[in-house]
């Protein structure tokens, strides 16, 4: 859908990309597919790509001036995609990773009717597909289904197994416009893009899943979120997340969140005894015990 670039935009898809030349095109194509009723505006934010991500975005404004490119070189992961929503000028906000794609053209009107028909809400999310380029696998991305979530729920409904520490993935997800004002600090640091802001966006009214697969979130290992993987900073960056989600929510949700954290301490705890140092792990298998008594009760049950 080609809008003239004074049309005020009641959908903006924010995209953030790095090194993704061989997927923003098929992102793309999967977002201007959509059939909607009002206009919609593509923001994509670059963090520098060294490929010719840019240069492809830039042969699809040939056609289409709903998109917008920002590339100003490298910022990081996190702020680039803060950067992304603060662009954004419409009404709600869509998201769509550079990586990943959307399969049903009627994605953004469904979560657009319900947003309009439930002023109450603030967030919604269809399912999805999670397809890994490498093992050659394809699996139905939220498996464990939820109706309708404030905070506390959001916190409970986590996929482990298929979508970590999350109600649902990034690039299904629909949200309000202007409820934050500012982002917390700590969001700018080497933090996952998707759960802070679930989490802030939650305070402000109840979310929707819509358990239809509308969307793919592809597995790469080569974006921004993949560089530099191992499971110590992995582990590292979810403990780091959860204890300013639980200090900046006054600590109302320790009783969801201490034994998540006590999870990820008790894996980092094991990895580094393997890995690294026995001496090290013992302040996480402590830090474990401290917010989780029940591992060292669970691992006693297993041995």
């Not at 959307?102 to 309009?116: R, T």
Request: aromatic share 14%.
């Amino acid at each position: 859908m080609a809008m003239n670039k004074e049309k005020n935009y009641i959908v903006s898809v924010s995209v953030t990309t790095y090194n993704m030349e061989a997927y923003v095109g098929e992102m793309l194509d999967s977002v201007l597919m959509q059939k909607t009723t009002f206009p919609f505006e593509i923001v994509i934010s670059d963090d520098g790509s060294e490929d010719g991500t840019c240069k492809v975005v830039k042969q699809y404004q040939k056609k289409h001036d709903n998109i917008r490119l920002i590339c100003t070189g490298h910022i990081g992961k996190m702020p680039n995609f803060i950067r992304s929503l603060q662009e954004c000028k419409g009404k709600y906000i869509a998201i769509c990773d550079g990586d990943d794609y959307w399969i049903d053209e009627n994605k953004l009107q469904m979560q657009y009717d319900f947003m309009e028909a439930h002023p109450d809400f603030v967030a919604c999310w269809t399912n999805s597909w999670v397809i890994d380029a490498v093992k050659n696998t394809k699996i139905i991305a939220k498996t464990h289904i939820w109706d309708e979530a404030d905070t506390e729920g959001l916190l409970q409904h986590r996929d482990d197994d298929n979508i970590q520490m999350s109600p649902g993935h990034t690039s299904a997800y629909f949200y309000r416009n202007g409820l934050i004002k500012e982002y917390p600090q700590w969001m700018y640091g080497d933090v996952m893009t998707d759960f802070p802001l679930y989490m802030l966006v939650s305070r402000y009214g109840m979310a929707k899943f819509i358990n239809i697969p509308m969307t793919v979130y592809r597995r790469t290992y080569n974006g921004a979120s993949s560089k530099g993987w191992n499971p110590e900073s992995a582990n590292k960056k979810r403990i780091f997340v959860y204890e300013n989600v639980n200090r900046d929510f006054g600590y109302k949700y320790k009783k969801i969140i201490k034994p998540i954290l006590g999870n990820y301490y008790w894996s980092l705890a094991k990895y580094v005894y393997k890995n690294k140092s026995r001496k090290e792990s013992l302040k996480y298998f402590w830090r474990a015990f401290v917010n989780n008594p029940r591992i060292l009760v669970n691992y006693f049950k297993k041995v």
